[in-house]
Nanobody, 115 residues
Framework: QVDLVESGGGLVQAGGSLRLSCTASGTLRIINNMAWYRQAPGKQREFVASIDNFGNTNYEDSVKGRFTISRDNARKTVYLQMNSLKPEDTAVYYC?????????WGQGTQVTVSS
């Protein structure tokens, strides 16, 4: 059983920044490849960014240059630093494994960007 807990969301003005955290707990001894996803109202969940065990990263085109994914293996935590936020970044953000998620989804954290 692996539990994923996302935090760090909030309301921010366009151009602002937020740092999201995702901590894994349960039977997981180490975190493997991890990813961030987001789901805007009325839309399907979409991939945002991923990071593998070697620190290699991958980003969805619309967030390249603005978002940075990182990890702290000792804390079993993955971060998403979001800068230059835009109203279209408004969504609930989730973490899970790449490729659609192998673990149960957490509650997510709401990010709202006002114009």
């Amino acid at each position: 059983q692996v539990d994923l807990v996302e935090s760090g969301g909030g309301l921010v003005q366009a151009g602002g920044s937020l740092r999201l955290s995702c901590t894994a707990s349960g039977t997981l001894r180490i975190i493997n490849n991890m990813a961030w996803y987001r789901q805007a109202p009325g839309k399907q969940r979409e991939f945002v960014a991923s990071i593998d065990n070697f620190g290699n990263t991958n980003y969805e085109d619309s967030v390249k240059g603005r978002f940075t994914i990182s990890r702290d293996n000792a804390r079993k935590t993955v971060y998403l630093q979001m800068n230059s936020l835009k109203p279209e970044d408004t969504a609930v953000y989730y973490c899970n494994t790449p490729g659609g998620g192998n673990y149960d989804w957490g509650q997510g954290t709401q990010v709202t960007v006002s114009s």
